[in-house]
């Protein structure tokens, strides 16, 4: 069959524009976050499902508690400070949950939702 890869998906149109104009995040975020999250989003295209995601050490994907109860953090340079917040779902959209993440059947999560990217300090 074909080649499944990430869907990226954005909760909110302003952080869809930041994210496909380089320019745009540099502005937002500076250059040194701006490259990461661009690095970030590409890795994440190519990768297979949230398994990729997940084990890609630099990301150190994990999950929030409190009120992100549900998301999971990509960091985006820990010297930084910077994450971004991502919400995995399923082919279908739904939500995935931490017992599916960490599953066999993880292989299925294949859409991100984008949330926010925020420092992690503020």
Do not use: T
Not at 72 to 83: E, M
Request: hydrophobic content about 40%; proline content about 2%; overall charge positive.
């Amino acid at each position: 069959g074909k080649d499944l890869s990430m869907e990226i998906r954005y909760k909110k149109k302003e952080l869809k524009s930041i994210c496909e104009n380089y320019g745009k995040a540099k502005k937002e975020f500076g250059a040194d976050v701006a490259e990461k999250l661009f690095s970030a989003i590409d890795f994440i295209e190519a990768a297979k499902s949230i398994v990729d995601v997940r084990n890609y050490s630099p990301f150190h994907f994990h999950s929030l508690k409190g009120d992100k109860n549900g998301r999971y953090a990509i960091d985006l340079g820990r010297k930084l400070g910077f994450r971004l917040i991502v919400k995995p779902l399923n082919i279908d959209g739904a939500f995935s949950n931490n017992e599916q993440i960490y599953s066999a059947k993880a292989i299925e999560i294949v859409i991100v939702l984008f949330e926010e990217v925020s420092n992690h300090y503020e």
